[in-house]
């Protein structure tokens, strides 16, 4: 894949950015209480992650987040490879699933905290249904994709269907899966910090929270950064992981030809 | 390709006469699930008194401005950054650098601009509507076909013609889908901030009800919410089908070979 | 010298792909109401050409005079039909709606004469009744004949086609390549016909011209002398159209043999 080369006219004006952020708030034109000038942030945000703060509170979040991740996996490939390839698996469960897609899963932490408290379950079952159906639908598309002539040829040489899903389904399926999997690992940190954001005692969204209530602003400003960090590293990490795992789909050499 | 979901509207309709069993039994506590028909009452109540529709009415008060700006500014901006080398150079890196950002963790940083009331809710849900929007447009924008601009140029088309009767036309595929996509992130965070810094809306009114215990209203306001949220995806796909009634799908039928 | 179009040492490098000189030096001249075929074997930088002389593309050396003035942009009265007709159609538009597309850049018509020229266009192509189709409807050879009668719906001077035919299949193209003399014939534009089909090239042209592999220059160039009917059956048989015929293939066979060009590209 062709590189972009690096855009120095945007790395200059983000620089610009920052420094005309730090001239502001040092020249208190903005104010200075809400405005902390980007070095303090940096500060702020060096001296938590060196005390450890910040690595305490991200365990809490992202190992909510991961369970609820894995469950909605789990459960979301599962249905997804079940409906998509089993026409009365789908017939009966997607009525139910579709009803239940539109409700946004924020909307749901009223009802969670109702049934099951303001700790880590609760968190959990939201993050599990909101992970569900990027996964599912992407699953259930990526099965259904898989051409109808390749199954057909696996069953005339007499494979099994559980053989024929492993073989054939899963391996062609396998990009939209992971691509289901990638969206949902974002939804799942996000879904992690409002549960937390809303109720809860621990966690990087209740640690921003309570920043911003005892007026610790910059290490408030420093707790958002850090989201955007992670975020940003688990991304790459799990597109890391997706290249590693479907070397063969990525394996298209793109030929220039002039003519 | 239609197909019987017979099986799944049974199961549906089963799944909620056992809720509806195990609540009326006492088996489930009624004040955490109410039983079904006692919820639909109460829903219907809340809507003929006025509850829920004002409720609503609140939370599109800031979704609709919302919206509109992320969405004026997203195509604008999308345009702008997909035809204009120069442009995409100088914005990309702080839009990569943004966009990692989750939308709802700024939720406590614009509280301390602009309070807990309408205007931050409005920038927060501008916000997070932006980003979806800019990206589809400018993909869309920079996916179009050399060929088409090599028409538009061969014949002498200006830049602004171009850009009006060949860029934005062939692009509206990828720039609906990207409206499409944010309403619901709209209505996802509009909602959230509502949770976190509410007065009104219906994600204001479902939390009070969950925190004075009026279980079937909170259940109530759900529903509501899905079905407001489905038929608005189904109003942004149908005017989508209407208006790009020529993108759908690509198969010829042979006239004269 | 004067003609009507000139090539004169034309020379195309490629720097973001390292340097590549995809055209050497290519020189010919073209007189008005002629139909030029170029030809040459594929990645020879035939559709290189043809958009540096649509204005398109900007050579790196030399320079191209269209009557007299120099090409630095799609000049006036030029109009290239392209290879991929389904991506230089406009979708969203109607048959009738693409073909009246290139007269909307001048203003000059009315939008009533806009329509009437561009029925008159379909006509010409036998594309008529076809109006307010869409082209995902049409199949590829009936495509084909929409954007050709758009870029005569402008009335241009010279007419470009890149390679037109070569989506379409074997049979189709036969018709099209008669459509297309019939047009030349009663609109006498002067055409730039680029294919790397050699009997397409000769059964077209007045003139032929044959570039080398890249990099590349005018390997030969002579007129045709089969006359002005032309007939898919009798003409390519004829025996000029043979000692044509193997003219070229012999010209490039020699210049792939003697040239010092890279292989195929990557």
Known sequence: MRREPRHWSGVVLVILLLVAWEAVARLELVRALFFPPATAIFAALWSLTASLDLVREYAATLWRAAAGFSLAACLGIATGVVMGFYRPAFSLLEPLIEMLRPIPTVALIPVAILLLGIDNAMKIFVIAWACFFPVWINTLEAVRAVDKELMDTARTFRFSDPAILAKIVLPFASPGIFTGLRISVAFALILAVISEMIAGETGIGRFIIESEMAFRIPQMYAGVFSLAIVGYGLNRIFLLAEQRILRWHYASARAEIVS | ?????????????????????????????????????????????????????????????????????????????????????????????????????????????????????????????????????????????????????????????????????????????????????????????GVTTELVAGENGIGFLILQAQRSFRAADMYAGVVTLGIVGYLLNWAFVTLESQILSWHRGMTIREIVP | MGGFLEVQGLRKEFAEHGNLVAIESITFSVEQGDFVSIV?????????????????????????????????????????????????????????????????????????????????????????????????????????????????????????????????????????????????????????????????????????????????????????????????LTTREHRHFLDLRQRVYRAIRKAKDTSLAPQSAQ
């Open chain 2, 1 to 189: 390709m239609r197909h019987s979901r017979l099986s799944g509207i049974v199961l549906v309709i089963v799944l909620l006469a056992i809720c509806e069993a195990l609540s009326r039994s006492g088996i489930v506590a009624k004040n955490y699930v109410p039983p079904v028909t006692v919820i639909l009452q109460r829903g219907f109540e809340l809507f003929a008194s006025g509850v829920l529709p004002t409720a609503f009415l609140d939370t599109f008060k800031r979704l609709a401005p919302g919206y509109v700006y992320a969405a004026l500014l997203g195509v604008g901006l999308g345009i702008l950054m997909g035809s204009i080398p120069r442009i995409y150079r100088l914005f990309n890196t702080l839009i990569e650098l943004l966009r990692p950002l989750p939308s709802a963790a700024i939720i406590p940083v614009i509280m301390l601009f602009l309070g807990l009331g309408d205007q931050m809710k409005i920038f927060v849900i501008a916000w997070a509507s932006f980003f979806p929007i800019l990206l589809s447009t400018m993909h869309g924008v920079r996916s179009i076909e050399a060929t088409l601009i090599d028409t538009a140029r061969t014949f002498r088309f200006g830049g602004a013609r171009t850009l009006l009767m060949f860029v934005i036309p062939a692009a509206s595929p990828q720039i609906a889908t990207g409206l499409r996509l944010s309403v619901s992130l709209a209505l996802i965070l």
């Open chain 3, 40 to 232: 040459g074997p594929s990645g020879c930088g035939k559709t290189t050409l043809m958009r540096c002389i649509g204005g398109l593309s900007r050579p790196s050396g030399g320079n191209i005079m269209l009557k007299g003035k120099e090409v630095t942009g799609p000049p006036e009265g030029v109009v290239m039909v392209f290879q991929d007709y389904s991506k230089s159609l406009l979708p969203w538009r109607s048959v009738l709606g693409n073909v009246t597309l290139g007269l909307e850049s001048t203003g000059e018509l009315s939008s009533q004469q806009r329509v009437d020229r561009a029925k008159q266009t379909l006509e010409a192509v036998s594309v008529s009744g076809f109006e307010s189709y869409y082209p995902r409807q049409l199949s590829g050879g009936m495509q084909q004949r929409v954007a050709i009668a758009r870029a005569l719906a402008f009335q241009p001077e010279v007419l470009l086609m890149d390679e037109p035919f070569a989506s379409v299949d074997a049979q189709t193209r036969g018709e099209l390549e008669d459509v297309v003399l019939q047009i030349w014939k009663k609109y006498a534009q002067t055409v730039l016909f680029v294919t790397h089909d050699i009997e397409e090239a000769i059964y077209l042209a007045t003139k032929v011209v044959v570039i080398g592999a890249r990099p590349s220059s005018v390997i030969d160039a002579f007129p045709v002398d089969l006359g002005p009917n032309r007939d898919q």
